[in-house]
T-cell receptor, first 114, second 114 residues
């Protein structure tokens, strides 16, 4: 079945540091890929998405590129801020295989210190 | 445009009781998804409803059930509550207008079983 593996946290960075959170996936079809963010005490917010190979999703300075050859969708940001402290989830949906629900990774907690 | 709304936001139940959680999707969205986010276990897929029918179900016991109404709102019912059912229950909706690639989450219902 489908699965998502993302790097274990927690990750602690200083403000303005470079961020990478690794995400790889296994899917039977041709999935769409997502990054969601969860701030403390809140639900999930879509951060960015990509629906086909080589697509780059971007939002709020975050980027991720759909790499079919390496089955990866790593999240990057060039300069993190304290306000980026949250839990980040990589996810996929495999609609082509009839699996419309999202399959999530376990989440990576990011803490950014001033 | 109103987002996905869930009610109640918090509740406390006693082991063995039954609970009903509610979700109203974004207007025009016909699919509703339920997820359980238990501490340390990430996001687990529970149920997917579309056009009033259950389309898929995660690996949960039958005491987790639900339904979708003609207005596309949805209920999640949990019978014979157990302590390990304590979790944040998240609802998401999606629709064909986003090509089923847009999943919007509510803020969740925090269930505590004592």
């Amino acid at each position: 079945g489908d699965s998502v593996t993302q790097m274990e946290g927690p990750v602690t960075l200083s403000e303005e540091a470079f961020l990478t959170i690794n995400c790889t996936y296994t899917a039977t079809g041709y999935p769409s890929l997502f990054w969601y963010v969860q701030y403390p005490g809140e639900g999930l917010q879509l951060l960015l998405k990509a629906t086909k190979a080589d697509d780059k999703g971007s939002n709020k300075g975050f980027e991720a590129t759909y790499r079919k050859e390496t089955t990866s969708f790593h999240l990057e940001k060039g300069s993190v801020q304290v306000s980026d402290s949250a839990v980040y989830f990589c996810a996929l949906s495999d609609a082509g295989a009839g699996s419309y629900q999202l399959t999530f990774g376990k989440g990576t907690k990011l803490s950014v210190i001033p | 445009e109103a987002g996905v709304t869930q009610s109640p936001t918090h509740l406390i139940k006693t082991r063995g009781q039954q609970v009903t959680l509610r979700c109203s999707p974004i207007s025009g969205h016909t699919s509703v998804y339920w997820y359980q986010q238990a501490l340390g276990l990430g996001l687990q897929f529970l149920l997917w409803y579309d056009e009033g029918e259950e389309r898929n179900r995660g690996n949960f016991p039958p005491r987790f059930s639900g339904r979708q109404f003609p207005n596309y709102s949805s209920e999640l019912n949990v019978n014979a509550l157990e302590l390990e059912d304590s979790a944040l229950y998240l609802c998401a909706s999606s629709g064909e207008s986003e090509g089923n690639y847009g999943y919007t989450f509510g803020s969740g219902t925090r269930l505590t079983v004592v």
